[in-house]
């Protein structure tokens, strides 16, 4: 059984950082292209960040520069560091695995709130 156990949203001021965590199990872990994808309530579900076995990354422009996303193959995690958090940041994160077109697994989510 596949499962992708998200952690560490929560609420923040502007400016501050948070860590998301992303375990995974059921899943050879180092060969999935693993990614953090969001969503704002009224928006469709968009990329974060991704990276690819090889630790290749890809950002979106919004998070460029303020945003790293790692990966420990060795623990089966990988993880999203946020700085510089923005209120436009909030929405519900999502943990991605996917391997070729068949095996794409979602994590349940966890918010991430920005505010004063």
């Known amino acids: 059984q596949v499962q992708l156990v998200e952690s560490g949203g929560g609420l923040v001021q502007p400016g501050e950082s948070l860590r998301l965590s992303c375990a995974a199990s059921g899943i050879i872990f180092s060969a999935y292209i693993m990614g953090w994808y969001r969503q704002a309530p009224g928006n469709e579900r968009e990329l974060v960040a991704v990276i690819s076995p090889g630790h290749t990354t890809t950002y979106a422009d919004a998070v460029k520069g303020r945003f790293t996303i790692l990966r420990d193959n060795a623990k089966n995690t990988v993880y999203l560091q946020m700085n510089t958090l923005k209120p436009e940041d909030t929405a519900v994160y999502y943990c991605?695995?996917?391997?070729?077109?068949?095996?794409?697994?979602w994590g349940q989510g966890t918010q991430v709130t920005v505010s004063s």
């Open positions: 991605n695995g996917k391997l070729g077109v068949r095996n794409n697994y």
